[in-house]
């Protein structure tokens, strides 16, 4: 018997109904990360039908997903596959699967660290907290001039006037059990 | 000295682009025997057709050649434009100087003018010979034969008949419904199909004009269009299987019947599994076929497994499980197997809410309306899981069926031990139907079905005028198609009754009885049957309404005697003289 229990979570989880794929791999084509990834969009939705669940949690590719939502934007059966991305990394997170992509893992969470005490982004603060906390400090040095040049990345933050609005936002939704 | 006019075309820069159409108007017009001659743009327009007409009055022609396109595309036009002007349409030619030589000439210019001026010279010395023929009327047998009681044979009585005329619908089995009858839901709202034939089945039965003749097959069809004559041989008993050729009882009484028109709905049969060895051959009890599955799905029965009665909790449905195979000797898509297969899934998990259904698939064929959500739904709603991959083998293995097959799309080779396989097997002609279209004078393809008289414009005629086509002994379809099918072929059948008598082209051979020496070899020769030798005269004659006009009496007549009308030797060879003047 072939476990298809993972279908209805995913499906639950990500809103999407991802038995309708028919494998045109337009998602996949137009992925900007599908080159980097082991399965690519479309394989993941059939990984799903199969109840592989070890297996992609523990893949590259949920982590490599940029939420581009091209994929989502272009699939003709309008599935939203960067949703689906996102369900696999909340029942990782759940289910305590160390993520095959530590710094994909450090990034999101640094910038959610970010906008909870700021209320908003502030590039130079994410920069600075994201190489810290991985030590990783030189490799993207190349994109610094021209970031810097274009004004990405402003030295002072704009601290949001309702910042402590946000700040509640994030801490009275922290423990609502999430379906996952 | 005749009188003829040589209208040359430009179609365009179809011939014009090539050939110089002044150049050939110029030497038709040293031709003594042409009055008058000219070019125009498009002689098939309003005005062309004018031109011609006003030219036959003001010139008093007395024959028209319109050099131009090929006779199959414009000859029945412009012999309309010229009957109407009061000529004999039969003393019109068309000279084909477009398909025959400015389209394959287009690098020779010069060359190409001197071969449109030949041609239409030789035209001009054909319409010179040309009698002024009259088309035959022939008598016309308002009554219909329709072959097979299945719903194409039925819808197409029921249009003709509900037009009025009387129809003899003849059954082999003995009740009517064909294979809808074996059906449980159809695709695509589930509706039972016995209910939907009920109806239908109850108007044929009742209706003042169809004759209804179970236990009975067509065992001679003689005669042409229009005038038919069937002997149809009813069989008393019925012991033998439905699908086998032949009765198993003597024939207990013979109808004859005066016929205008064929409808042929012989229908289809499932493929013989045990032709599929590596799928089991018919040995495996629980792997069945999806008509053998159809009766399980009917309301009142239960889907069980045919070894043990036990219900089946995983079941395999096996797309092109013989369709698609040139090695089978099956290289035809089945059509209908995508749709049937996702409704049987659905059914199934409907009936066992705890069953696991899987589908192997190459590809899924659903093109009609609404067609491919239907089959996505049962991948949505009712959790089918689509495997898409060929199934390479299934055997027992304990009290389980293994399948072997893949799923491409993941790139993983699949084992799944099953309670239960439905195969999917090939629609293959009707048993007896390949015999049945000797008898008809009708053509079967490589297939075994029945060749339609043109693949996209004439899907419901065959080349035996008066013999029509409906349903799946014509290729594979599902219901709707054959609905539409069996309405198509009831039309024609209509406009072919549509008045009391048909005409036939009168340029039919003929007979010199002077030089007949009834010898035969016409007779031999003619491949429509329309010669004989007359018992009493002693010479050869022509059954003018069955004469194609072939000509193959022509060439085997050692006389001379034979000949076609406007065709004759002495025109031939005045055409043939006048290619190398």
Redesign the interface.
């Known amino acids: 018997m072939i476990d298809t229990t993972l279908i209805e979570r995913i499906n639950l989880l990500s809103s999407q109904t991802i038995q309708l794929c028919y494998h045109c791999h337009k998602c996949t084509a137009g992925c900007p990360v599908a080159s980097e990834m082991t399965y690519g969009p479309d394989r993941v939705l059939r990984l799903v039908q199969f109840g592989e669940k070890e297996r992609l949690l523990a893949s590259h590719d949920i982590w490599l997903c940029a939420g581009c939502e091209t994929c989502g934007t272009r699939c003709p059966n309008e599935i939203d596959i960067a949703r689906v991305m996102d369900a696999l990394r909340q029942i990782a997170i759940a289910e305590g699967v160390r993520p095959a992509e530590p710094y994909a893992e450090k990034f999101h969470k640094t910038f959610l660290f970010i906008v909870q005490n700021m209320g908003r982004m502030h590039e130079a603060s994410l920069l600075a907290a994201f190489k810290l906390w991985t030590m990783d400090l030189l490799s993207d040095m190349d994109s610094a001039p021209a970031m810097l040049l274009k004004g990405k990345i402003p030295l002072l933050p704009h601290l949001l006037k309702g910042r402590g609005d946000v700040r509640r936002i994030f801490e009275e939704t922290s423990d609502v059990k999430r379906e996952t | 000295m005749a009188k003829i006019g040589i209208f040359v075309c430009h179609c365009g820069h179809n011939i014009a682009g090539t050939v110089d159409v002044q150049q050939v108007v110029a030497e038709a017009q040293k031709n003594p025997d042409v009055a008058f001659a000219i070019d125009y743009k498009y002689m098939c327009s309003d005005p062309g057709q004018q031109l011609i007409r006003e030219s036959i009055a003001k010139y008093g022609l007395d024959g028209v050649v319109v050099a131009a396109c090929s006779p199959a595309m414009h000859e029945t036009t412009f012999r309309k434009t010229v009957a109407s002007a009061g000529m004999n349409a039969f003393k019109c030619e068309s000279a084909n100087i477009r398909e025959q030589c400015s389209w394959v000439h287009q690098n020779a210019k010069d060359e190409a003018t001197l071969k449109a001026i030949a041609i239409a010279s030789s035209i001009a010395e054909k319409v010179k010979g040309n009698e002024e023929l009259t088309p035959l009327t022939l008598p016309l047998t308002h009554r219909t034969l329709v072959i097979g009681g299945g719903i194409a044979g039925m819808q197409a009585a029921l249009d003709v008949a509900d037009a009025g005329y009387p129809v003899i619908l003849v059954e082999k089995q003995d009740r009517l419904g064909g294979r809808m009858a074996q059906l449980s839901g159809t695709f695509l709202n589930f509706a039972a199909a016995p209910d939907l034939l009920r109806q239908i089945i109850e108007r044929v039965s009742a209706h003042p004009h169809i004759q209804v003749l179970t236990n009975a097959e067509v065992s001679e069809l003689s005669g042409y269009v229009g005038n038919f004559r069937a002997h149809i041989t009813h069989y008393a008993l019925r012991i033998t299987q439905p699908d086998t050729v032949g009765p198993d009882s003597p024939p207990s009484e013979g109808f004859t019947f005066d016929i205008g028109a064929v409808v042929v709905a012989t229908g289809w049969q499932p493929y013989d599994r045990a032709k599929l060895p590596e799928y089991g051959g018919a040995d495996i009890p629980d792997v069945v076929d999806g008509l053998t599955f159809e009766k399980m799905l009917a309301p009142g029965s239960e889907i069980r497994r045919p070894s043990d009665g036990r219900v089946p909790r995983?079941i395999v449905f096996v797309q092109c499980a013989g369709s698609r195979d040139r090695e089978r000797g099956v290289p035809y898509c089945s059509k209908v197997c995508c749709m049937y297969v996702a409704k049987q899934a659905m059914l199934y998990r409907e009936r066992v809410p705890d069953g696991?259904a899987?589908v192997f698939y190459i590809d899924?064929r659903s093109a009609g309306k609404n067609y491919d959500e239907y089959v996505?739904r049962a991948?949505?709603d009712f959790?089918v899981?689509y495997l898409?991959g060929k199934v390479s083998k299934i055997f027992r293995e304990g009290d389980k069926v293994m399948v072997w097959g893949a799923?491409t799309?993941?790139d993983?080779a699949?084992e799944?031990a099953a309670d239960m396989v439905v195969l999917a097997t090939p629609m293959t002609p009707t048993a007896g139907a390949a015999e049945l279209g000797q008898r008809l004078h009708i053509s079967t393809d490589a297939n075994g079905f029945y060749n339609e008289a043109h693949p996209k414009l004439r899907p419901v005629e065959t080349l035996t005028a008066g013999i029509f086509l409906a349903g799946a002994g014509q290729g594979p379809k599902d219901i709707p198609e054959t609905v539409a099918q069996a309405s198509g072929a009831a039309a024609k059948v209509l406009q072919l009754f549509s008045k009391d008598e048909m005409t036939a082209s009168p340029m039919v051979a003929t007979v010199i009885p002077e030089l007949c020496a009834a010898c035969g070899a016409c007779v031999k020769a003619c491949p429509y049957g329309a010669r004989s030798i007359h018992p009493l005269w002693n010479i050869a004659t022509v059954n003018a309404a069955l004469c194609q006009g072939c000509g193959a009496c022509v060439v085997a007549c050692p006389n001379k005697a034979s000949q076609v009308h406007n065709w004759r030797p002495e025109q031939i060879l005045a055409m043939v003289d006048a290619l190398y003047e």
């Open positions: 995983e696991q899987y899924i996505q991948m949505t959790s899981l898409r799923d799309l993941s993983r699949l799944i």
